[in-house]
């Protein structure tokens, strides 16, 4: 499992290619895509590539980007994550109905995502995988979909449910459908919680209860191209 210590690098690099400007050592999700960005390994030189993606005053996220090169950025925040892995089944079955999230609701996603703030999600992230969400009166509550995916691992993400909507299991229905369908497809679910967030707690006991794993610590940092 060591591509999981870079993964947006092994879907940048790969099979999600399309999503992003890419070259040899660095990569970037186009901006409305994700802010997240990756490279290859530690070098001065993947850094210099990737502020040639980055416009001045822009920011990228980067898992251990290394020790930043002069002019080109400066450090934004840091932001802990831990992340968990799904290596079985899920055992728990939760009745939800639940709809196909296409293009058609990439609004509503993108609405429902700022104001519940699971993680970065911009107007085209619904492309990355697929999503599902509920609906009620016609209006989406929650949905969970697939972010960083490459061969073997996919990644589940954005992961929310209004606040008038919340303790109905909407949320873990929504990952047990997610995580089957990666399994099916041969693939390990995994996925990141931020370290101190207000819904850190309640959300690392129900992927727990889902059958995740901690696999471990990690740090993304935000980095502003100067």
């Not at 709809?99 to 699971?118: G, K, S």
């Amino acid at each position: 499992m060591r591509e999981l210590d870079n993964p947006a690098w092994h879907a940048l690099s790969g099979e999600q290619r399309v999503f992003g400007m890419v070259g040899e050592r660095a990569a970037r999700y186009l901006p409305d895509i994700s802010p997240i960005a990756a490279v290859a390994d530690q070098s001065t030189q993947a850094l210099v590539e990737l502020a040639g993606f980055v416009e001045p005053g822009r920011f990228v996220a980067v898992f251990a980007p290394g020790e930043l090169p002069d002019g080109l950025w400066r450090l934004g925040a840091m932001a802990p994550l831990s992340q968990w892995v799904c290596p079985d089944p899920p055992v728990i079955d939760v009745e939800v109905d639940w709809v196909e999230l296409t293009d058609e609701h990439a609004q509503a996603m993108l609405q429902l995502a700022r104001q519940t703030d699971p993680g970065p999600f911009e107007a085209r992230t619904n492309r990355l995988g697929d999503y599902i969400g509920v609906l009620r009166d016609g209006r989406l509550v929650a949905m969970a979909g697939e972010r960083i995916c490459f061969p073997g691992y996919r990644e589940v993400s954005a992961v929310c449910t209004d606040e008038a909507y919340t303790g109905r299991g909407f949320a873990q229905a929504l990952v047990v459908e997610i995580v089957r369908r990666q399994q099916r497809a041969g693939c390990v679910p995994f996925l990141h919680v931020r370290t101190g967030s207000p819904a850190e707690a309640q959300a690392i006991h129900v992927y727990e209860k889902l059958g995740f794993q901690k696999r471990g610590d990690y740090a993304m940092t935000v980095l502003v191209r100067k």
